[in-house]
């Protein structure tokens, strides 16, 4: 069926991918449910709503001959978080995944990273542990992606509220903020 680039037939028109950080694989390998991992190496959220953050490179004043000139910073100013939101599978496994991670980083019942002690592949350079490239692909209207941005170095620091409501026939939402490093943006062609 043709449809028009302007119709939005679907809501969910955003694929989320990242891969598990090495910390988490880590922790799945000791958390199994009915002989399936619970997080995989690898996950896929069907989100329907994120904003692609604003890049500023700011300029600067530079006086001369009586007058004020503009020029490059030739610096960015640090990426806002960004936040998503999804639709809460029926299992909750996408939502498990970022509680754990969440928890990973500040566990609920000690207050503290790595609560679990899991060992990691690098004690130096722990950070890079919980850290991982989170890439949103834009979809066309035949579900095609389009476009690709990819965050990199990135690590949750928000999960949303799921709320309940059996009035309505609405799916079961959450969402997530995440902070990251740098912003990749790229054009698909296929």
């Known amino acids: 069926m043709q449809q028009s680039v302007l119709n939005k037939s679907r809501a969910d028109k955003f694929l989320l991918v990242f891969d598990i950080p090495p910390i988490l694989k880590e922790f799945n390998t000791k958390f199994k449910q009915n002989n399936t991992s619970i997080i995989s190496d690898a996950v896929q959220f ?28 030739h610096s960015k100013n640090p990426y806002p978080p960004v936040s998503v939101k999804f639709n809460v599978d029926n299992e909750y496994k996408n939502y498990w995944v970022m509680y754990q991670w969440l928890n990973l980083l500040h566990d609920q019942y000690e207050g503290r990273y790595n609560a679990r002690e899991i060992n990691s592949n690098n004690p130096e350079e722990t950070f890079k ?11 066309d209207e035949f579900n095609n992606n389009r476009i690709k941005f990819t965050y990199t170095k990135a690590f949750p620091t928000t999960i949303d509220t799921i709320d309940y409501n059996y009035q309505t026939a609405d799916e079961i939402s959450s969402g997530f903020t995440f902070v990251y490093s740098q912003l990749h943006t790229e054009v698909m062609d296929f």
């Open 129 to 139: 542990d919980y850290q991982t490239n989170l890439t949103i692909y834009g979809k």
């Open 46 to 73: 069907s989100i329907y709503g994120t904003a692609v953050p604003e890049i500023t490179v700011p300029a600067t004043e530079t006086r001369y001959s009586g007058n004020t000139l503009y020029v490059t910073s």
